[in-house]
């Protein structure tokens, strides 16, 4: 995804001029350089320069927008502004920080850090009780290993992958194996002895055509999640094992959202920005991920109940798999902020839930509906989460001291 405008000082008293009509500039002093200045749930954003100023635009409108403002040694911090007449001066100093800062009234334990300077982490999949880490040598695509570590990221053993997969992802499947994805075929990662090999290639075609949409199975039943409309309409069913009998449990329709995302981007078309800007796609998948995203919701279980975690109404269902209902309870979200994610990531091993709200982890109490803060974690540029036992794990992308971005995984014990 394409980057928003970014607007030079050159171009200030143009950018200035042109904006008073459709658009509001926001610009300030962080008083530090390579300040990372995006739009919360976006890639788009701008840095600061050398004396710690920034500028960018924003088109004119009564919704919140959330800025985030990271650097490397310093805390994270949002700002919640609303784009409505044409400028918006923010000017003020980062609070320095270190990973065992406890900023918000949380604390993590036992933070560890594996990175490897000739390498780059694309993926990690936790399966067995070992963590599973994808990387890929820099610059090019054949190059791949799988590392093979314990929970506590001790190296045990190193798959290394024939140049002819090109590697994309690594998952742990609704049948709990865990499967290499690459360009063209799906590799299990098997464990024979003392070490894990990969083995039983399959058609990537095939793979994805049997298991599109499972989320979990069940000894009675397999359990569907049929995304319409570019996830706006979610449709929950299961099929019974023995009948076939298929069976909708739940759907959540958010069609204002996604009628309200093509009312932007024709907006956007009628109101070209100077200079070009971003395009009508890029457009539109800025004000998806940033104002419009979907609810996500989620359906889980754990010892024979049912988790419905329906963030349209706002409430938490519970079912036995008879579907009699077990009870139900009102969300209490960590902000009402529109531009928070509804994302819900769940322990398998310990079965509790878990949501993320800028860099605090939130645990959901799913008979109260209450979220309460149990670790912070630096989540802006993570591409990956996921809770085990207790304990985070993150494939995260941040700026070293030469403004290099740098992938490493991170472990943050919660529990």
């Excluded at 739009?39 to 100023?53: A, Y």
Aim: hydrophobic share 35%; with cysteine.
């Amino acid at each position: 995804m394409k980057k928003l405008l970014l607007i030079t000082s050159l171009l200030m008293l143009c950018v200035m001029s042109f904006a008073q009509n459709d658009y509001s500039v926001v610009k300030g002093n962080v008083a530090e350089k390579n300040v990372n200045i995006s739009i919360i749930n976006t890639s788009f954003g701008v840095s600061s320069d050398d004396n710690g100023d920034f500028i960018m635009m924003l088109p004119k409108m009564e919704n919140k927008v959330g800025l985030l403002f990271s650097c490397i040694g310093y805390e994270d911090t949002l700002v919640s502004v609303v784009p409505n007449r044409d400028t918006i001066n923010l000017n003020f100093k980062l609070m320095e920080t270190s990973y065992m800062l406890d900023a918000v009234g949380v604390g993590a334990d036992k933070i560890r850090h594996y990175s490897e300077p000739s390498y780059v982490i694309c993926d990690f999949e936790i399966y067995d009780d070992k963590v599973f880490i994808l990387q890929r040598k820099w610059n090019t695509l054949k190059e791949s290993r799988i590392l093979v570590q314990d929970l506590w990221l001790y190296p045990i053993d190193t798959i290394n992958i024939p140049q002819h997969i090109e590697s994309e992802k690594i998952i742990t499947d609704c049948t709990e194996n865990c499967q290499l994805i690459g360009k063209d075929s799906v590799y299990q990662i098997v464990r024979t002895d003392d070490s894990y090999k990969l083995m039983f290639p399959t058609e990537k075609e095939r793979y994805n055509k049997v298991l599109n949409n499972i989320i979990f199975l069940t000894d009675k039943y397999i359990y569907f999640n049929e995304l319409v409309m570019d996830g706006y309409i979610s449709n929950f069913f299961r099929i019974k094992k023995e009948s076939k009998e298929k069976e909708m449990m739940f759907v959540c329709n958010d069609m204002k959202s996604y009628r309200d995302i093509k009312v932007e981007r024709q907006w956007h078309i009628d109101h070209p920005m100077l200079g070009g800007g971003p395009s009508a796609d890029d457009w539109e998948r800025f004000v998806k991920f940033a104002w419009y995203h979907t609810k996500d919701n989620h359906l889980d279980i754990f010892d024979k109940t049912l988790y419905y975690f329906d963030h349209f109404n706002g409430k938490i269902l519970r079912y036995d798999e008879g579907m009699y209902k077990l009870g139900e309870c009102d969300i209490v979200y960590p902000t009402k902020e529109d531009f928070w994610r509804y994302k819900i990531y769940k322990d398998k091993a310990f079965g509790k839930f878990y949501t993320i709200f800028g860099s605090v982890v939130n645990e959901i109490d799913v008979e109260t509906g209450k979220t309460t803060a149990v670790a912070k974690a630096d989540s802006w540029l993570t591409e990956k989460i996921i809770i085990y036992k207790g304990t985070l794990y993150s494939v995260t992308m941040r700026r070293n001291a030469l403004n290099e971005f740098k992938s490493y995984i991170e472990r943050i014990e919660i529990d």
